[in-house]
């Protein structure tokens, strides 16, 4: 079983539509990343958090760390919003992080 | 702008040949990375560098070897020892050790492509 799931692993929608993409962990974690792939491969930090609920434009991140749970929710979707979102956790006895496969997301206009 | 810069973007080796993936950091950086990404998989480090002239394997570093001469360099060698090497590599930085609380910066990545 890996450490990080993310679920679903890829996921339609209709532009405009709200989107929720989901991440468990097992692991104690000092903090949780979200990450967005473009297609070219690159990637790009959206969140880092700890506790709580943090907003940047349409991208919103919550996290519960008694549940071991994160959701990233994105509203009003738009097709530039297709790429794949990666959740990674920091364990609290390491530096490391260890990734979820990620979760393919495309925005259908 | 700052950022991290790695080439080549797409690269093709012979089986038996080493190859080298350039990794160069603007941000000042301390800590730098190598992850592997495989079809389906998560990212997987392969090795990792918190200081110049230090470095230490990750979860799977066989097969590959690093240096970092520099604060802002950290090469990767794909050597033929490794004996699956067709993946993306992604290189990534943070200011300090990620227990710091520091964010990661990762670059475009490479292809490599074993013919």
């Known amino acids: 079983k890996n450490e990080v799931e993310q679920s679903p692993q890829n996921l339609t929608a209709q532009e405009g539509e709200f989107i929720t993409i989901n991440c468990s962990y097992s692991?104690?974690?000092?903090?949780l990343h979200w990450l967005q792939q473009h297609p070219g491969g690159g990637i790009v930090s959206l969140f880092m958090?700890?506790?709580g609920k943090k907003k940047h434009g349409r991208l919103i991140a919550t996290i519960n760390i008694q549940e071991k749970h994160s959701s990233l929710h994105i509203t009003a979707s738009h097709p530039r919003d297709s790429a794949v979102y990666i959740c990674?956790?920091?364990?609290?006895?390491?530096?490391?992080?260890?990734f979820g496969e990620g979760t393919q997301l495309t925005v259908n206009p | 702008d700052g950022g991290i810069t790695q080439s080549p973007k797409y690269l093709f080796r012979k089986e038996g040949q080493n190859v080298t993936l350039s990794c160069e950091q603007n941000?000042?950086?301390?800590?730098m990375y190598w992850y592997r990404q495989d079809p389906g998989q998560g990212l997987r480090l392969i090795y990792y560098?918190?200081?110049?002239?230090?470095?230490q394997k990750g979860d799977i570093a066989e097969g590959y070897s690093v240096s970092r001469e520099k604060k802002e360099s950290f090469p990767l060698t794909v050597t033929s020892a490794q004996k699956n090497p067709t993946a993306f590599y992604l290189c990534?930085?943070?200011?300090?050790?990620?227990?710091?609380?520091?964010?990661?910066?990762f670059g475009e990545g490479s292809w490599l492509t074993v013919v």
């Open positions: 990534a930085s943070s200011m300090a050790p990620l227990f710091s609380g520091n964010t990661i910066y």
């Open positions: 692991v104690g974690i000092s903090a």
């Open positions: 958090l700890s506790s």
């Open positions: 990674a956790v920091r364990e609290t006895s390491g530096s490391r992080l260890t």
């Open positions: 941000l000042n950086h301390d800590a």
């Open positions: 560098s918190q200081i110049v002239n230090d470095f």
